[in-house]
């Protein structure tokens, strides 16, 4: 059983639909218990940085998802859930993220706009992996995966830089701390790349 994390936000039915089409079972969940006894952990999400750790912090997940990390299972952060794995965001505001990965969240810059780049980044862009990890095996280096963002990670350690994507700027797309792993892009609408990194991360 794959549990995914419901903090008030959306693209939760999608995570879920692509987990069972690999042939995993898939519960969606806010309850902070069930989070603590999973074996493994996705936390997808879209929408706005302090809405997302506002709705986790109501809902006792902060400390739920702390513990469970402690205990080393494997947790996958998809788009928000990437971004909140960071020490602090600045979107719309100044706001505290869970703090795993050393670094910041900052928006894409105005001067990408003045180049004609359409913010938010949009689509299908590649992702070039650092090196092997078991979440990305057999998964073609430069991969395409589909992006929706304003926002991205800046790393202030490069050992958790596991992947890097272009667009106007090299940006990361991909971290890993220990038991956990982040993607800025979207696995579960991102066909059969993304699907392969469901499996890898459902087999960990």
Same mark, same amino acid.
């Given at each position: 059983?794959?549990?995914?994390?419901?903090?008030?936000?959306?693209?939760?039915?999608?995570?879920?639909?692509?987990?069972?089409?690999?042939?995993?079972?898939?519960?969606?969940?806010?309850?902070a218990?069930? *989070?603590?006894?999973?074996?493994?952990? +996705?936390?997808? @999400? &879209?929408?706005?940085? /302090?809405? $997302? %750790?506002?709705?986790m912090?109501?809902?006792?997940? *902060?400390?739920?998802?702390?513990?469970? +990390?402690?205990? @080393? &299972?494997?947790?996958? /952060?998809? $788009? %928000?859930?990437?971004?909140?794995?960071?020490?602090?965001?600045?979107?719309?505001?100044?706001?505290?993220?869970? @703090?795993?990965?050393?670094?910041?969240?900052?928006?894409?810059?105005?001067?990408?706009?003045?180049?004609?780049?359409?913010?938010?980044?949009?689509?299908?862009n590649?992702?070039?992996?650092?090196?092997?990890?078991?979440?990305?095996?057999?998964?073609?280096?430069?991969?395409?995966?589909?992006?929706?963002?304003?926002?991205?990670g800046?790393?202030?350690?490069?050992?958790?830089?596991?992947?890097?994507?272009?667009?106007?700027?090299?940006?990361?797309?991909?971290?890993?701390?220990?038991?956990?792993?982040?993607?800025?892009?979207?696995?579960?609408?991102?066909?059969?790349?993304?699907?392969?990194l469901?499996?890898?991360?459902?087999?960990?």
């Amino acid at each position: 059983m794959i549990t995914i994390i419901d903090f008030g936000g959306g693209n939760l039915r999608s995570v879920q639909k692509s987990i069972e089409y690999i042939g995993f079972k898939a519960e969606i969940t806010s309850d902070a218990e069930t *989070v603590r006894k999973a074996s493994h952990i +996705i936390f997808p @999400g &879209n929408g706005a940085f /302090g809405d $997302c %750790i506002a709705g986790m912090k109501k809902q006792g997940l *902060v400390s739920a998802v702390d513990e469970f +990390i402690q205990k @080393g &299972n494997p947790f996958l /952060g998809i $788009c %928000i859930g990437m971004q909140a794995l960071f020490e602090k965001s600045y979107e719309f505001g100044v706001h505290d993220g869970l @703090g795993y990965i050393k670094g910041v969240v900052k928006r894409f810059s105005d001067e990408l706009i003045m180049k004609g780049m359409k913010i938010p980044h949009t689509g299908w862009n590649s992702v070039h992996f650092k090196e092997n990890h078991p979440v990305f095996k057999d998964i073609k280096q430069d991969s395409y995966f589909y992006f929706v963002h304003s926002f991205y990670g800046e790393c202030a350690d490069e050992k958790n830089i596991q992947g890097r994507t272009n667009y106007g700027i090299d940006f990361v797309s991909a971290v890993t701390y220990e038991n956990i792993t982040g993607v800025q892009f979207h696995p579960e609408k991102s066909q059969q790349a993304g699907l392969k990194l469901m499996e890898n991360f459902c087999n960990l």
